[in-house]
Nanobody, 124 residues
Framework: QVQLVESGGGLVQAGGSLRLSCAAS????????MGWFRQAPGKEREFVAA????????YYADSVKGRFAISRDNAQNTGFLQMNSLEPEDTAVYYC?????????????????WGQGTQVTISS
């Protein structure tokens, strides 16, 4: 089992930045990839970004390309999502997730472990 704990959410003005962290514990060595998803009120959960743990390949939703950056620190078993130029449309609960095996990094159902979520609110 892998446990994930997110931190770093909060309230910022449009144009500001936030950095989310996702600390993995337990069998963190089994992680193949980590992803970030978000869910806004009344909307379905959507893919934001993902990173392959060993080779650091990165993948982004079109809506966040050029503004968000995903990274990881293998030594600390922690993933990060740096969010810049935030917009009110980025307001959502952000979840980190981890998966053990190869597959689509864009599909939430294919992730094995989930954090509890952290609220990100962007004011206009």
């Amino acid at each position: 089992q892998v446990q994930l704990v997110e931190s770093g959410g909060g309230l910022v003005q449009a144009g500001g930045s936030l950095r989310l962290s996702c600390a993995a514990s337990g069998r963190a060595g089994s992680i193949y990839a980590m992803g970030w998803f978000r869910q806004a009120p009344g909307k379905e959960r959507e893919f934001v970004a993902a990173i392959k743990w060993s080779v650091s390949s990165r993948y982004y939703a079109d809506s966040v390309k050029g503004r968000f950056a995903i990274s990881r620190d293998n030594a600390q078993n922690t993933g990060f999502l740096q969010m810049n130029s935030l917009e009110p449309e980025d307001t959502a609960v952000y979840y980190c997730a981890a998966r053990r095996a190869l597959g689509s990094l864009y599909v939430d159902d294919e992730y094995n472990y989930w954090g509890q979520g952290t609220q990100v609110t962007i004011s206009s």
